[in-house]
């Protein structure tokens, strides 16, 4: 008898076990169902900035009680995606109710980023029917609210004590003259209509031109005169005075908050920041040294980036000299992968040029992803102003921007299983995605794709950029830096052209905390890997350690970290 009732009560724990675990499961997915689901508000958010100030209030409020129930579930008898899931959208959803707190959605624009920016790009649409011509015309009709609902929301911005100095938009007013055209037939905005279907008649023609013109001239050429109008003499004229965020309201709390969403962690401090930032530019330099010597060049460290800025043999003299120096470094990489990865991506990529409209105020380089099946993903090369993109860093770029780097890790991101939630699948954190991009810079070299010093160095030059951003991001929102105190400390320890570091600096001083995010990732990843190699000696694996690194997708470091000794202590006892 005694032995059937402890049958009895042993079923009884392992039944109770069974369905508490299985009751956190459910629980958790219940609550990431909740917050994948469209939430229908009784009102457009983009149709008035106080529309727009209430949905972020509605979401924050949302996100709060969303992260009550989800703290109250316990981790035990989930899985390790499950548990991944859980920290993950605690992680998602704190940030929503930050953003709200500090109204980022009133702050909607950096020196490279803006609503006006893209709109251009209308004019690359194909009318191939009428309908199409219809559409199109609407299209530009629907222009004018949309502008006014922008330059309202950066009013709000400006009264709310959110906002961009004005020091860090040089030379800004191309973005908006070059729409300012006398002849609206030389407008972006008219291009579709230049290239009509053959199977119009002549008279249906010239009826779609002559609204074409009058339209492209009320709705596109006129609204970019209102948008200037804005700029010179409403946004800039009131905008902040004070370089960094610390100089606003609340701006100290702010950016320690960006400090921690861009590090994906609580412990660290602008000033920690700072002080890892000057050691990594210290060991880094003493690298680009090495190389300065045994090429026995004869003058000091600043000749020598002097060299490398005015020396014609380091840049090319052609756009296609240059994408074709950038596709070649692509092809070479890509048959390295199978010796590092166990999981390469399905989609492919192309390089193509940043688009012509946002060129001159665009980094050297950047990966424009696509969720899309039937779309491939593109790293884009900038080809605007060819004496400043130099030659002897494309090879780090590539690797950082194509692969091994961003479109590696972002594809496998798209491509994990159903059995992931969505919201993992579409999540991005720059800790994570910037940290394995700059990463896999080092692992181009382990690759043999550096074949000249010159090269080499500009892989340092690279890392040194990063580490410099540790510096400069923390000088101007902490230490009360001066934008020409950047661009010095810059220009002295990289050697990215002026006009680079000119352009590398806006971003920095409108985008906080962002910058920071690519040296504390890959410091940690880096770390990771010198542990996994130094505990698993002959045992490490170079392609299970990037399977463990990549295989649950966009994590946090402690996540990734937490991976990384669970791999370690599986090997060793296995």
């Keep these: 008898m005694k032995i059937v009732k402890s049958i009895v009560l042993l079923l009884a724990i392992i039944v ?29 958010r983009n149709q008035s900035v106080e529309n727009t100030i209430k949905f972020h209030q509605l979401e924050a409020d949302f996100a709060k009680n969303l992260l009550e129930k989800l703290n109250a579930i316990t981790d035990e008898g989930l899985s390790e995606s499950e548990t991944i899931s859980k920290e993950l959208l605690a992680f998602v959803l704190q940030d929503k109710i930050d953003r709200n707190t500090y109204k980022m959605h009133l702050n909607p624009i950096t020196n490279e980023i803006a609503f006006h920016l893209n709109l251009g790009n209308m004019g690359n649409k194909s009318l191939k029917n009428k309908k199409d011509v219809v559409s199109y015309l609407n299209d530009l009709d629907s222009l004018p609210l949309k502008i006014d609902y922008n330059l309202n929301l950066l009013r709000a911005g400006i009264n709310a004590g959110v906002s961009q100095p004005k020091e860090a938009f040089p030379n800004y007013d191309i973005t908006y003259n070059k729409h300012i055209v006398s002849d609206v037939s030389k407008s972006d905005f008219y291009k579709p209509f230049l290239s009509l279907p053959e199977d119009f008649s002549e008279s249906f023609k010239d009826s779609v031109l002559n609204v074409a013109k009058i339209s492209v001239q009320k709705n596109a050429i006129d609204q970019y005169k209102k948008i200037k109008a804005f700029f010179v003499t409403e946004y800039f004229p009131k905008t902040r005075k004070g370089l960094g965020v610390g100089t606003i309201k609340n701006g100290k709390e702010f950016y320690q908050n960006r400090i921690n969403y861009y590090t994906t962690s609580i412990q660290y401090t602008a000033e920690d920041i700072h002080q890892i930032g000057l050691k990594e530019v ?62 390469l991506p399905r989609k492919p990529y192309g390089v193509e040029p940043v688009p012509e409209a946002i060129a001159p105020n665009y980094t050297s380089g950047r990966y424009s992803g696509t969720r899309d099946d039937d779309k491939a993903g593109f790293y884009w090369v900038n080809t605007y102003n060819l004496p400043s993109r130099t ?23 798209n491509e994990l299983p159903k059995t992931i939630p969505q919201f993992r699948r579409d999540l991005y954190l720059s800790a994570y995605g910037e940290g394995w991009a700059l990463y896999t810079e080092t692992l181009a070299d382990e690759m043999g794709i550096y074949t000249t010093p010159y090269e080499k160095f500009g892989k340092y030059t690279y890392e040194m950029w990063r580490a410099c951003r540790l510096v400069v991001d923390t000088g101007i929102h902490a230490k009360g830096w001066t934008r020409q105190q950047v661009i010095d400390y810059m220009a002295s320890n990289t050697a990215l052209s002026i006009h680079e570091v000119t352009t590398e600096t806006d971003r920095y001083i409108t985008w906080p905390g962002q910058a920071i995010s690519y040296k504390m990732g890959e410091i940690k990843i880096r770390e990771l890997r010198e542990k996994a190699e130094k505990e ?14 990549l295989g649950q997708g966009t994590v946090t470091l402690s996540i990734l970290e937490n991976r990384l000794l669970n791999y370690i202590n599986k090997v060793k006892n296995g």
């Design 391 to 413: 030659l002897y860093t494309i090879p780090a770029l590539t690797a950082h921007e194509a692969v091994p780097g961003h479109h590696l890790q972002m594809s496998l991101n």
């Design 536 to 549: 698993l000696g002959d045992k490490f694996d170079i392609r299970e350690f990037h399977e463990i690194i």
């Design 16 to 44: 109770f076990v069974a369905f508490n675990n299985n009751s956190s499961s459910n629980e958790l997915e219940k609550i990431i169902a909740q917050y994948e689901a469209e939430r229908e508000y009784d009102f457009k």
């Design 282 to 343: 210290a060991r880094i330099k003493a690298e680009m040294q090495k190389i300065i010597k045994d090429l026995a060049f004869d003058g000091s460290f600043e000749d020598f980036l002097e060299f490398l800025r005015t020396d014609e043999q380091f840049y090319p003299k052609t756009a296609k000299e240059l994408l074709m120096f950038a596709r070649d470094i692509s092809k070479r990489i890509d048959a390295e992968l199978p010796k590092y990865f166990k999981t």
